[in-house]
């Protein structure tokens, strides 16, 4: 471990401003403030909101409110102020911190505030929302020409719709926009220099934050990092080995463990048999009693277990009763009242140049991704191809290779086994990164580790409260999800 010495240094516009509730900005060139006040769930935090433009290229013109939240460290032991980046994208940061701020430490907590928000689009910042029948007609998977041909015209319906719900923000939720409300989040606070934790989709936040203000960064973690720099193939197929490994870890454990409901089974036979049910449409939920689960739906649904390995154990008895074809819990499922929701993914739309010809592309890349996964052949990715097909480009964020310059090295929080951001993005982001970037392994699994790995919490406090910073190769080791 090293001390770094710390730096020096088709609706009517009028009706769409008027429903996204947009107001001129104030001539004044006044330092913004926060309004602190309890919040209404919890009083023992704040919650409070914070002007900010529209554009900002033009900082003068249309502004909305930034929902912000914090707890304050006791006044004895209180340093500064660590933000958190809520992941996503569309996590709330604001209910991260209402709901408690444990997946912090007592140390961290005790000499830091702890403040978080909703990126711009999200939650109480202003979301994007669309009519909620567009939404449901995006496809999963698409299965010809005429269906590409289909999808880009929905597409191109639902982002009109959704800039006539929500206004002009929707042109404007990229994250490079979020990195500059980040800094304006520093200023308010009082912060001279920014100390950062992001998560997942909080991480290009962060990169992006180093990328434009690296001199402002006093310390910076990018806990399962988001590699921007990947273009449509290898986007995919990055997302696709690491499903496939996620996937693979899950049968191990399962062959080893004996918390595993299909412990001396053949797994994956047991996983083929269920897939070939989902295409030939006769595979049912059993925790929702006739809902039938495209393969697309049985695969996304299974990823999103692996993120957490105490998760595994219902896993194995949800895939068991799949099998067995027994229902296990009774759900209501969604509400399908409103006519319109909130559309928290639009962001990623604009942080993504994804292009795709026509369908003998789009099925080319199924092909390959489906070599590389076998058994989770349909990430999460594909649909995200399908939402962004037909996006304008060139997009407000495109993909780049990071240019960091900042005065302390970012530390990287990479697990080997993330089923989502997964290892060959952490040590890709790494490579970008150079002498401006340590890459911290933890040895296992889960989507971050931060909250899985004492020894990751150890190294990242170090590094956040003093700056300390990992010997390059400095790895942690898997924690026994049975233990």
Known sequence: MRQVRKSAVGWAVALALTAAG????????AQPTIDWHPCAADDSAECGSLSLPVDWARPRGER???????RVAKPATREGTLVFGPGGPGDSGVDRVVDGSSRFSADLRRRFDIVSFDPRGTGGSHPVVCS???????????????????????????????RARTGSLYDHVDTISAA???????????????TFHGSSYGTLLGEQYAELFPHRVRAM???????????TRAFLDTQAVTSQDAFDEFVAWCDRSTACALHGRDLPAVWEGLRARAEAGTLTDPKRPGVV??????????????????????????????????TTVRGTGPSAGDAVAAYPFA????????????????DGHLRRMARLAPDLRYPTAVFALATCLGTPTPVANPQHRLRVRTDVPLLIAGTLHDPASGYNWATNVARQL??????????????????????????????????????????????????
């Open 434 to 483: 150079g002498r401006h970037g340590v890459l911290l392994t933890y040895q296992g699994w889960g989507h971050g580790s931060y909250t899985t790995s004492p020894c990751v919490e150890r190294a990242v406090d170090a590094y956040l409260l003093d700056q300390v910073v990992p010997a390059r190769g400095t790895t942690c080791p898997a924690v026994d999800p049975d233990v």
């Open 221 to 231: 973690v990018l806990e399962a990092a988001v590699d921007h720099s990947v273009g």
């Open 22 to 29: 947009l107001t001129p900005a104030s001539p004044a060139a």
């Open 64 to 70: 909305f409110d930034l929902a912000l939240a914090r």
């Open 293 to 326: 689960l495209t393969p697309f739906e049985l695969s996304r649904l299974t990823h999103r277990e692996f993120y957490d390995t105490w998760r595994w154990p219902g896993l194995a008895e949800w895939l068991e009763g799949m099998e067995a074809g027994t």
């Open 347 to 362: 962001v990623f739309c604009q942080d993504w140049s994804l292009p795709v010809r026509d369908y003998r592309e789009y």
């Open 132 to 162: 909620r029948a567009l939404l449901a007609q995006q496809p999963q998977l698409i299965a010809d020409q005429a269906q590409f041909d289909a999808t880009l015209a929905g597409n191109a319906l639902l982002r009109a719709d959704c």
């Open 180 to 194: 500059r409300d980040l800094d304006a989040i520093r200023a308010a606070l009082g912060e001279r220099q920014l």
